[in-house]
């Protein structure tokens, strides 16, 4: 069945570092794919989204691109800083418009 | 967008007792659904709540365990039911508006069970 693989964390960093956070999918077809952003003490929010392949997806200085070769959405930023400290969730669309997610990546960005 | 609610936020309950959880939408919702987190774990869907008819579980997941209602479009519940320490989790309920995209998640209820 469909599923997300993720890079596994956590991932520390020191602020305007260069952050990777790889994300691999296995699915039928072309489903839509996403990022998700868990902030501490907060619920989960939509960071950025590709509904088909090569389109890239953007919000706040992060970025991932829809790679069908690879099977890959890898999520960017340049540079971080301390308030992107979050647990970060890949996750692509189910059959039923539910979401599939990996397993989530704490990352911590020291001032 | 959409804002949703979710109650209680937190509770600790004794093995074999049952807990309903209460998802309330600012708006109407197409979809809504229920996830668990579990420690150090990722989201797994347990149901999509279909409004006024029986809901649909996923793999590992029955009515039995974890009977849902969506009477309408902005409200859901979810019972846990003759719970065990294994139900310990994070419950959280989340909705998609009209065709989109995107998913609106509640905060989450962290379920205790002793």
């Known amino acids: 069945g469909n599923s997300v693989t993720q890079m596994e964390g956590p991932v520390t960093l020191s602020e305007e570092a260069f952050l990777t956070i790889n994300c691999t999918y296995t699915?039928?077809?072309?489903?839509?794919l996403f990022w998700y952003v868990q902030y501490p003490g907060e619920g989960l929010q939509l960071l950025l989204k590709a509904t088909k392949a090569d389109d890239k997806g953007s919000n706040k200085g992060f970025e991932a691109t829809y790679r069908k070769e690879t099977t890959s959405f890898h999520l960017e930023k340049g540079s971080v800083q301390v308030s992107d400290s979050a647990v970060y969730f890949c996750?692509?669309?189910?059959?039923?418009?539910?979401?599939?997610f990996g397993k989530g990546t704490k990352l911590s960005v020291k001032p | 967008s959409a804002v949703i609610s979710q109650k209680p936020s937190r509770d600790i309950c004794q093995r074999g007792t049952s807990l309903t959880i209460q998802c309330q939408v600012d708006?109407?919702?197409?979809?809504m659904f229920w996830y668990r987190q579990q420690p150090g774990q990722s989201l797994t869907l347990i149901a999509t709540?279909?409004?006024?008819?029986?809901?649909?579980?996923e793999s590992g997941f029955v009515i039995d365990k974890f009977p849902i209602s969506r009477p309408n479009l902005t409200f859901s519940t979810l019972t846990v039911s003759n719970m065990s320490p294994e139900d310990s989790s994070i419950y959280l309920c989340?909705?998609?508006?009209?065709?989109?995209?995107?998913?609106?998640f509640g905060p989450g209820t962290r379920l205790t069970v002793l």
């Open positions: 996750a692509l669309e189910g059959s039923q418009g539910n979401l599939i």
């Open positions: 709540a279909n409004q006024g008819s029986e809901a649909t579980y």
């Open positions: 699915a039928t077809g072309y489903p839509s």
């Open positions: 989340s909705g998609t508006i009209g065709g989109g995209y995107e998913q609106f």
């Open positions: 708006s109407q919702v197409t979809m």
